[in-house]
């Protein structure tokens, strides 16, 4: 994406398009505004000669009225202004914090891998809003301001051209103070938007592990490195406050010397006078009224390029490349078999992370995968889902090969508890439900509940689990897992040791539940205790991304010296 500041309004533009009516009639409020200020301005020439000197008797008959129409023509068009911009720039955070939340929903597992989740809150949160500076507040004052400047100048032109052709001394160096001034104000906003991110992410990451903080004992280590990052964002505003206040008393010192050069003209160069008592304070009121929206506009020059900068990380994040799904036909029914032929695997490009898996698993069958921390087993079983595609080789569900089906129909045929199974801040009907999609009836939601042991909760499956299911114990949180997994009812099972966060009464509970789930089900286990694997009906040994052993329980433990039977002796995890 083009980076000018040109481009990237052309570009937002084309988000505002269906609300034109709306600028429209900002642009028409502000300009009825400015234009009553102006010719506010310009009333002190007739008030002067016609009111005080000449004393015309029908001018200051129809003068109230006059003031008191203008000033409701002014309350008008501020309403219309002010109610205009609010639903525009609701209507753009509306539209962008979607937009944003949308893509979160369709980019990679790469993408997540490489990226802290608070520089995604804030893009979600901080960075949309400073968009609506650049097309909302700024737009009022360009609108507004910018219509009163020229309504003064159209006044003073009006009063005497003349003398009103000193203003232009001082436009040149305006033009370079905004300028330099621009450019300043968005390199900062760039690196504000990054120290925000880094705040956000620290917030977020001290908010969600405080038990671990404080049993470490590690305030002090996270109070560091907050003030860091607060501090870092500290200096980058104070930047930004620096140069905007330096910005205001060049320009309205420029002003100073257009107003000081038309006092010397009208009073030391005549010899006659050049303008009436009138016209003299009328041109003097629009000068020093001038200096406010020249000051103000260059002021919202601050707000423009943090926007330009907001909305330039906007469009990057929204131009990065979603999930890899160009294919439109979807995968049949399977039955569960699956072939991992000559599969490797590396993320992106690195170290290879698997080499050369080959197996094969038919429908049906329970498939426990174990070997060291790191040594693959969790990377391989991300492939299915198509988290990620191999570098080398391809999977297949029953001879089909899954890089040739849309994601969602693969996903359709896949279900998955993990160790730390993630509940949405929801009820427990919906957290379960959340498995079948919209088409579940309250009967099964029940009949799930109970097969996963939740007995406790039938009466009552409509309470709220809290945010990550903090309402409930670690146990639970699993079984409500395992039920959202057995509603899914699809027929390739993924269980990253489902039981392990239970204990042995619940696992042997649950593990009755699993059992009749697995029923017809291929199911694949990364397994990290003995009962687990001594079940299965094929165990595969993962070490550094190759299969080194594969076959059934009994006869791994036959092989004298095996890798497979060392590791038994330890206890497997």
Known sequence: MTSTAGAIFKRLLRYVSRD???????????????????????????????????????????????????????????????????????????????AVFRKILTLPAAYFDQIQSGQLLAMLTYHVEQITQALGNSMTVIAREGSFLMGLLVVLFYTNWKLSCTIFM???????????????????????????????????????????????????????????????????????????????????????????TFIAIVFYVPTEPLLTAGEFVTMLSAM???????KNLTQVNNQIQKGVA??????????????????????????????????????????VVLEDIHLTIQAGQTVAFVGKSGSGKTTLLTLLPRFYAPTKGKIQFDGHNIQDFTLKSIRENIAFVAQDSVLFDDTMYNNIAYGAGKDVTEAQVIEAARAAHLEEFLDDLHINVGEKGSQ???GQKQRVAIARAMIK????????????????????????????LKKDKTTLVIAHRLSTVQSADKIVL?????????????????????????????GLS
Request: glycine share 6%; aromatic share 10%.
């Open 170 to 260: 001082v436009v040149p160096f305006v033009v370079v103070i905004v300028r330099v001034v621009s450019k300043r104000f968005r390199r900062l906003s760039r690196s504000i938007q990054e120290a925000m991110g880094d705040v956000t992410h620290i917030g977020e990451e001290t908010i969600s592990g405080y038990k671990q903080i404080r049993i470490y004992n590690g305030k002090s280590i996270h109070d560091d490195q907050f003030t860091t990052v607060a501090n870092n964002n500290y200096l980058y505003e104070m930047k930004i406050v620096f140069t905007d206040a330096i910005n205001t008393p060049i320009i309205q010192f420029l002003g100073s010397l257009v107003l000081a």
């Open 310 to 351: 907001a909305a330039e990380s906007v469009f990057a994040f929204l131009d990065e490349a979603e999930e890899v799904d160009t294919v439109k036909e979807a995968l049949p029914a399977v039955r569960g078999d699956i072939c991992f032929d000559h599969v490797s695997f590396s993320y992106e490009g690195r170290t």
């Open 489 to 516: 009812d699809a027929p390739i099972l993924i269980l990253d040791e489902a039981t392990s966060a239970l204990d042995n009464t619940s696992e042997r509970v649950i593990q009755e539940a699993i059992d009749t």
């Open 472 to 474: 409930l114990s670690g």
């Open 20 to 98: 034109l009516w709306l600028i429209g009639l900002v642009l028409l409020g502000n300009i009825v505004y400015a234009s009553v200020d102006a010719y506010s301005t310009y009333l002190f020439k007739p008030l002067l000669d016609k009111g005080f000197i000449a004393k015309d008797l029908q001018f200051l008959a129809y003068l109230p009225y006059l003031i008191v129409g203008l000033f409701i023509l002014r309350g008008v068009g501020n309403f219309t202004a002010t109610y205009c911009i609010g639903k525009l720039s609701r209507r753009i955070v509306l539209k962008f914090r979607i």
């Open 542 to 570: 993962i070490d550094e991304g190759r299969i080194i052993e594969q076959g059934t329980h009994e006869e791994l433990m036959s092989r004298k010296g095996g890798a497979y039977a060392k590791l038994y002796q330890t």
């Open 288 to 294: 020093l009224a001038i200096l406010k929206p020249i």
